[in-house]
């Protein structure tokens, strides 16, 4: 007996299985839900999951609810029954109300009572509805299952057709009703119904009659080219000819005191099974197996309905329970009873896998954890020496010992098999090596009271890791001496170091480095866009590097990279330990174990899908339509809201966004915000990826108004108008030009005109006929000389005058000679009175140019009528000319006695004087912006001869 019970302790003994559980996602209100109790599942057409609830519709892309009730139009919140027409339409089957169909987002209530239906299915447009109906059966005392049809035909009567399996209808109902003795149709998921009619099954393309040995049909459902019959305790599949190539039964009979059941059949040709108040059932490897308990339901929370999806994801409605999804069957989880679940290592042994939860040690199989009893009462793992499997840190009394079957178990965390043969044990401050059966101490030349994490042999040498630091060491006259440090090392914690080829593989913190030949080659902080947490430990595997994190694991290979996390295939973010068995890879977390297959990761995860139809301005929210946004000038900030669906791993999702051909920038989940819009055409670039997928991309095409003060029809505006007030002030200024011209022709020729009367004026009848009585006076006298003289002078002055007429200006020195010429000849009239001429500022007469014959008009106004009456002969005329700046000054004064107390002014000089105010006043308008002013005022010699003075300013051109 004692021998029989140190066996059991040494080889071990099963004491308890411990469940497994399959990857599922749980979804209730908390995550917007309308309510917790569903009643059926569909797909739309472009793939969202449709629930109908007990609390109105909703449609769930994987992140979000969108729900609608009463308010929104549907005639009952008790949705029971759904179904997709071909044109994308929804059929919704209120509880105890009417039919309706959903079309866009307006619900047309139909005449059809919905009663408590379950299926709907259509068939050469006609109308079929299932209901269930239970009720107590005195004969059994239980519920009885009715199942009943009604057919829905344009312009005739409804036609019911009642599945009484069991009689007890055919008692209590007599009238308007067929009893039938299969079911009238089938429906699975999305497929084409199956109608059976007089034991016949009908499809668009199948008509086989029933084999008479298979007894009342509760579903049918079409299996690649087969069918599958499924009875009140088996289901059958038949080929197409009618032959039965098995039968296999059921693991309760349908009518067995169940209120429901559902059939379904997924894309792996699994066939799901739901019997209320028994559980949920999956048939898969020629076996029944409970599923309801592996996603954490009991027999007695009842399921109301199954549903496969296009991608192949199992959806489960609960009854008060919320929405469950597998998505993947063959992900397993598995999970301890004692709630103890930090899976640290594993090993392979006898073509199993063994992990250990630090406490316990378990066989992996596929029904669950098979404990077994081990000696080992303290904290221990698993691991591998010289490939063979052994159990570390055991208690000291075991070291070096068997602790199941052959598998010896060691004191120490770590081992390392040397090349030598010698084994090398560490894990704590100190060393051992294994020589010979016999276990020692190696004692450091330098002890720092360090912890040894890891030592790897590399170039003939000990590559120590303590952490904060790498140093190499030998060992020699049996102490480890340290002789350098590893250059260029991390300065963070140093998690793990892994050889792999030439390549070493250094974990430092949040980063992977890769060293050659002691060189830094390579360092990686994430993976498909997720950044690695803490690195726990690397796992090098053929041409991958598999890396645990407290955020995942994570795959680096050049085939492709992956992530794993609970948000897809892991109990839990924070991966410990992996093993790769056969296909299978084993992942053991914080809590619970995973099992999946390696196919699985070699397919890219599906891309989610995303669109987006509603959008908010600056608050105000607008519709988006063909993916085209309108935005007015004003508008600054957008915020789109997208509608992604994803129902692989969604909080593995990543989303980003760019303006133009900007940088891409990430956005959140829910919502993404544009500010500072700029006016125009643009385009914006969304993508939106699943860790494990390719990127989906969607572009909207948007358009920002200009201001008004910014729009082509503005600047043509401006232009027209511009060009309009352009084209009037040039007219204008053409029309004052040419005005400016004509009145410069008329005045120029006016000019002319006063010229020419300035001319008449100075060459006035009197003057010529008084020089010609001076020069007869001369000749009869007999002063020939100065009648020739005279003459002559006259010649010249008149010569002078008529060759100077024509010019409108002339040099200063020709009029001061053309005056003194004149004067002389009024000297010799009359008789010599002085006559002077002053210049002042004047360096060089022949450049000053003065308006024509403006001066002897005066000249002759002085000797005529100021000092030709003198008697005393002492007649003065005084001529000033003075230049300041641009403004010339021309004085003439005399003597005399002045305009004003002479009357005898005659209408000849009193005309050239009006002549030369004229042409100073048409100068004045011809040149505005120039002088031309005429002052006449006495002298003021004294108070008989009072002089008088004139003063002519004049702008010179």
């Known amino acids: 007996m004692i021998k029989l019970v140190i066996f059991l302790l040494v080889s071990g003994v099963q004491i308890l299985w411990a469940q497994n559980r399959i990857f599922y996602h749980h979804y209730t209100t908390d995550e917007g839900l309308p309510s917790n109790t569903i009643y059926d599942i569909k797909e739309s057409p472009d793939g969202v999951i449709t629930l109908g609830t007990d609390n109105g519709l909703t449609f769930f892309n994987g992140q979000n609810f969108r729900n609608y009730n009463i308010q929104d139009g549907l005639d009952k919140p008790f949705i029971i029954a759904l179904r997709y027409e071909s044109n994308g339409d929804l059929l919704i089957g209120n509880y105890m109300g009417k039919l309706q169909r959903m079309r866009g987002n307006r619900f047309i209530t139909l005449p059809e009572n919905c009663e408590s239906i379950n299926e709907i299915a259509f068939r050469n447009k006609q109308l079929f509805l299932k209901s269930f109906d239970n009720n107590y059966n005195p004969a059994t005392k239980g519920g009885t299952l009715g199942i009943f049809y009604r057919n829905f035909i344009t312009e005739k009567p409804i036609q019911n057709y009642s ?395 050049e085939k492709g990279n992956v992530v794993i996390n609970k948000y897809n295939f892991l109990p839990d973010n924070d991966v410990q330990s992996v093993l790769f068995f056969r296909d299978f890879l084993f992942a053991g977390t914080k809590n619970g174990l995973a099992k999946l297959n390696l196919r699985f990761l070699e397919n890219k995860s599906a891309s989610p899908e995303i669109k987006i139809r509603k959008a908010s301005v600056d608050g105000r929210n607008i519709n988006i339509l063909n993916n085209f946004v309108q935005l007015q000038p004003d508008d600054n900030n957008l915020k789109l809201h997208p509608e992604i669906t994803n129902y692989e791993s969604p909080k593995n999702q990543l989303l980003e966004y760019r303006l133009d051909d900007g940088i891409w920038q990430k956005a959140s989940q829910n919502i993404l915000e544009v500010v500072a819009f700029p006016n125009g055409n643009h385009h914006l670039n969304i993508r939106v990826r699943d860790v494990n997928s390719d990127w989906n991309y969607l572009t909207l095409k948007i358009n920002k108004k200009y201001p008004f003060y910014m729009t082509v029809w503005f600047w043509a505006s401006v232009m027209l108008i511009l060009g309009a007030l352009i084209y009037y002030f040039m007219h204008q200024r053409i029309k004052k030009i040419r005005k400016k011209t004509e009145e410069e022709i008329a005045m120029n020729n006016k000019m002319v005109e006063l010229r020419q009367s300035a001319l008449s004026a100075m060459m006035n009848p009197h003057f010529v006929f008084n020089s010609l009585n001076a020069i007869q006076y001369f000749v009869n006298t007999r002063q020939h000389e100065l009648s020739g003289e005279y003459l002559a002078k006259l010649s010249r002055l008149v010569r002078l005058f008529l060759n100077q007429s024509s010019e409108p200006y002339i040099s200063l020195k020709d009029e001061i000679s053309r005056l003194k010429m004149y004067v002389e000849l009024e000297q010799l009239r009359f008789y010599p009175f002085a006559f002077n001429i002053e210049l002042n500022n004047i360096p060089d007469p022949e450049k000053i140019r003065i308006p024509n014959m403006m001066i002897q008009p005066f000249i002759e106004n002085a000797i005529i009528h100021g000092i030709s009456h003198l008697q005393e002969k002492d007649g003065q005329i005084a001529l000033h000319f003075k230049l300041t700046g641009e403004q010339f000054t021309i004085e003439i004064s005399d003597n005399g006695f002045g305009l004003q107390d002479n009357q005898n002014i005659s209408n000849h000089i009193s005309k050239g004087i009006v002549i030369i105010k004229e042409r100073l006043k048409a100068l004045s308008q011809l040149y505005p912006d120039k002088i031309f002013q005429l002052q006449e005022k006495p002298f003021a010699i004294n108070e008989i001869r009072k002089g008088h003075l004139v003063i002519l300013t004049i702008t010179l051109p």
């Open 163 to 557: 599945f009484d399996y069991s009689g007890f209808y055919k008692k209590q109902i007599s009238s308007n009703i067929t009893f039938v003795k299969d079911a009238v149709f089938s429906v699975n998921n999305q497929q084409e119904a199956i109608f059976i009619e007089n034991r016949v099954i009908k499809t668009s393309r199948i008509s086989l009659k029933i084999p008479d040995e298979i007894p009342s049909v509760f579903k049918a459902i079409k299996k690649d080219n087969n069918i599958l019959l499924f009875t009140n305790t088996l289901f059958c599949e038949v080929d197409l000819s009618g032959k039965i190539i098995s039968k296999t039964k059921l693991p309760f009979p349908i009518i067995n005191d169940t209120h429901r059941f559902h059939i379904n059949l997924d894309q792996k040709g699994r066939i799901w099974l739901n019997l209320q108040t028994k559980g949920l059932f999956v048939f898969t490897e020629n076996k029944w197996i409970r599923v309801n308990e592996k996603i954490g339901l009991k027999d007695n929370q009842n399921i109301n309905n199954i549903f496969c999806d296009s991608k192949g994801k199992i959806w489960i409605a609960t009854h008060e329970n919320g929405l469950y999804c597998i998505p993947n069957f063959d992900i397993n989880f598995y999970f301890t009873d004692s709630n103890l679940n930090f899976f640290n290592s594993f090993f392979e042994y006898q073509n199993a896998v063994f992990t250990s939860n630090r406490y316990r040690f378990y066989r992996i199989e596929k029904e669950g954890l098979k404990e077994i009893t081990i000696p080992v009462k303290n904290e221990f793992n698993l691991s591998t020496l010289n490939r063979q499997p052994v159990f570390q840190r055991v208690s000291p009394d075991l070291q070096n010992t068997h602790i199941y079957k052959n598998i010896k178990g060691y004191l120490d965390e770590k081992s390392l098999s040397l090349k030598d043969g010698r084994i090398l044990f560490f894990g704590s401050r100190e060393i051992r090596i294994l020589e010979n059966g016999k276990t020692r101490n190696i004692p450091l030349k330098e002890p720092k009271n360090e912890k040894f994490y890891q030592i790897i042999e590399y170039k003939d040498q000990w590559l120590c890791n303590v952490g904060n630091r790498l140093f190499f060491a030998q060992l020699k006259n049996e102490t480890l001496i340290e002789k350098s440090s590893f250059p260029n090392h991390p300065k963070g914690f140093i998690s793990d170091i892994q050889l792999k080829n030439n390549t070493l593989l250094i974990a430092e913190n949040n980063q992977l480095h890769f060293f050659n030949n002691e060189k830094l080659i390579r360092t990686i902080s994430g993976i498909n866009g997720i950044r690695l947490d803490i690195i726990n430990a690397i796992f090098p595997r053929n041409n991958e590097i598999w890396i645990a994190c407290v955020n995942g694991l994570f795959r680096f290979s």
